[in-house]
């Protein structure tokens, strides 16, 4: 990718080398936080509606692909970039989906409440936290 915008130097001190480091590791940082709040809402039969949860509904999923976009940057192939949008629409929104079917048929109202408040997989900042108070 350096090569290719006519860049020179040491390529693993380049920004392009950094970005891609830190999507791939910003990516595992959020899949962590997020399986460790689902572990723990699931152990009490509860709904994860905290820390990452409480700006995306789906962070474990947004993780995955935050990885897949750091890998995206370090291999930009034609191959990687068309399997990329494929496997982002087919497994992880289609995977979302099924899943808040059946946490709407576990809790009902409460859930539905939870997606009309927080957004899917683009988190909403700013007033969010005033609007709900």
Same mark, same amino acid.
């Given at each position: 990718?350096? $090569?290719?915008?006519?860049?020179?130097?040491?390529?693993?001190?380049?920004? &392009?080398?950094? =970005?891609?480091?830190?999507?791939?590791?910003?990516?595992?940082?959020? =899949?962590?936080?997020?399986?460790?709040?689902?572990?723990?809402?699931?152990?009490?039969? $509860?709904?994860?509606t905290?820390?990452?949860?409480?700006?995306?509904?789906?962070?474990?999923y947004?993780?995955?692909?935050?990885?897949?976009?750091?890998?995206?940057?370090?291999?930009? $192939?034609?191959?990687? =970039?068309?399997? &990329?949008?494929? =496997?982002?629409?087919?497994m992880?929104?289609?995977?979302?989906?099924? !899943? !808040?079917? !059946?946490?709407?048929? !576990?809790?009902?109202?409460a859930?539905?409440?939870?997606?009309?408040?927080?957004?899917? &997989?683009?988190?909403?900042f700013?007033?969010?936290?005033?609007?709900?108070?």
């Amino acid at each position: 990718m350096v $090569t290719l915008l006519g860049l020179h130097g040491d390529p693993h001190l380049s920004v &392009f080398h950094i =970005l891609r480091i830190a999507t791939i590791f910003g990516g595992f940082i959020l =899949l962590s936080a997020a399986w460790n709040v689902l572990y723990k809402a699931q152990s009490r039969h $509860t709904m994860a509606t905290t820390d990452v949860y409480e700006y995306v509904r789906h962070p474990q999923y947004v993780g995955f692909i935050v990885i897949m976009l750091g890998f995206l940057l370090q291999w930009p $192939t034609l191959l990687t =970039l068309l399997m &990329f949008p494929a =496997l982002v629409v087919m497994m992880y929104v289609r995977l979302a989906r099924l !899943e !808040e079917r !059946e946490a709407i048929a !576990e809790f009902g109202d409460a859930y539905r409440a939870y997606m009309d408040w927080v957004p899917g &997989f683009i988190p909403r900042f700013g007033s969010q936290g005033d609007a709900h108070a």
